[in-house]
């Protein structure tokens, strides 16, 4: 029998010249990778067949890297050939290739022709058998080291427990001429709803996160919490918050500059930017100081112009106040591009540069703002909570980096949710 893989990924168990059928010899294979990052493999096995070392198995070049959380792939039953005695399953780096996944320790195993399940030396049945046309898939989870099948889009049920303790690879393995099976790991959509799993996984882990213990920072909490609300500039709720838990946001100073922010909070939200730069001109020397800001300012100054002048008004003042010699970098020279861009279009909202008029786009700088005048002030620009998120951003990509189990899963956009802090937008996102 001989094993081949085509450029489309498709393997192959086809009979070789019948002078090598007439020798029994044992197997030899080799696994490679072609460029667009598929399965390849070429193995050849000689033999009459009936013997259970008849069989050649493929493996991916590089292990389930665990910090994936949920892996996942299929494999396409493109034909069952004579018999349909096909394995899809895993095996650690040092299993033999020439025998189907779950023959050996190490390797595991669902078969085709009985629907059984085959882990080392041992077995027992699972679930239906597969043949033509079916597709089988194959899904790891780090989160709980458990793997499971599925068939045709549907799951089976958790097939082994406690085996993700060492570097495991997805293997396929054929046994009889004319088998031919084509694998999927995500340069196709899936039939299955791997997604929908996925979520599931991050639910649970974000479950076991609130309910971890943490008695240190709890007695921190309300001050962390107030620490916020007045950078932000959120005076009602942060006041509410102080009287509710007599939680201290870090003496007078803090509480200072609070309604100031606010209010230049509201002028840049509410779109009136030329009466927010006169509020933060108040402040002698911060624009000065940060020249990246001050340019900011004059992009959004320039867009409130195209949205509510002639255009004669928005170039005069692009003439003034818009000089490519004053972006120091290739961003800020693209984002200026972006800015005048908008005079080209009939209707800006509707450009590929609409973005520019969004709300988000506001807050980003009216959290920019907020953060200078603190700073300008002598308060900490950057929340502890904000540091937090930000610790836990780096926390999540050196676990991920490191391959700790299920890491990529504890993403902290998805771990926040609606509990995310919002960017500092004052008193007109208080809603209670």
């Not at 973005?355 to 900490?380: C, F, M, W």
Request: aromatic fraction near 6%; charge should be negative.
């Amino acid at each position: 029998l001989e094993l081949q893989c085509d450029e489309h990924g498709v393997w192959r168990c086809t009979n070789p010249a019948a002078s090598a059928e007439a020798n029994d010899v044992e197997p030899e294979g080799q696994v490679q990778a072609s460029d667009a990052g598929r399965v390849a493999a070429s193995g050849l096995l000689k033999g009459n067949r009936k013997f259970e070392s008849d069989a050649a198995a493929v493996r991916a070049d590089c292990p389930i890297p665990p910090s994936s959380g949920v892996f996942y792939f299929e494999v396409h039953i493109v034909d069952k050939g004579r018999v349909g005695h096909i394995g899809i399953g895993l095996c650690a780096a040092g299993t033999s290739l020439g025998r189907l996944p779950g023959w050996d320790e190490h390797s595991y195993g669902y078969h085709a022709d009985d629907g059984f399940l085959f882990k080392g030396s041992g077995s027992e049945s699972y679930g239906p058998t597969f043949s033509t046309g079916d597709v089988v898939g194959c899904c790891v989870n780090f989160r709980n080291n458990t793997v499971l099948y599925t068939k045709n889009g549907e799951r089976l049920g958790v097939a082994f427990r406690g085996i993700l303790t060492e570097p495991l690879f997805p293997t396929v393995g054929l046994r009889t001429p004319g088998e031919i099976v084509e694998a999927n790991f995500g340069q196709r959509p899936f039939l299955f709803d791997i997604d929908s799993l996925i979520e599931e996984e991050k639910r649970a882990l974000l479950a076991t996160i609130r309910g971890s213990a943490l008695p240190t920072v709890k007695a921190r909490l309300p001050a962390i919490v107030l620490q916020y609300l007045v950078q932000c500039g959120y005076s009602r709720s942060a006041a509410a918050f102080a009287k509710a838990t007599q939680a201290d946001a870090g003496g007078a100073q803090a509480w200072s500059n609070i309604e100031e922010r606010q209010r230049v909070g509201q002028l840049i939200l509410a779109g009136d930017i030329e009466a927010a730069i006169a509020a933060v001109e108040k402040h002698s020397g911060l624009l000065e100081a940060r020249p990246a800001l001050a340019r900011k300012l004059r992009f959004h100054r320039f867009i409130q112009i195209v949205l509510t002048q002639p255009p004669e008004v928005a170039i005069d003042y692009s003439r003034s106040n818009l000089r490519v010699e004053d972006c120091q970098t290739r961003a800020e020279r693209d984002e200026l591009e972006d800015v005048l861009s908008l005079l080209a279009y009939e209707n800006p909202k509707e450009s590929p540069v609409a973005h520019l008029l969004t709300k988000a786009h506001r807050e980003s700088l009216a959290s920019a703002v907020n953060s200078a005048i603190l700073d300008y002030h002598g308060q900490p620009s950057v929340s502890t909570v904000e540091r937090l998120i930000a610790h836990t951003r780096v926390a999540v990509e050196h676990m991920v980096a490191e391959n700790v189990p299920a890491a990529s899963l504890a993403q902290v956009d998805y771990l926040l949710a609606d509990d995310a802090p919002t960017q500092p937008t004052g008193e007109a996102a208080e809603t209670g």
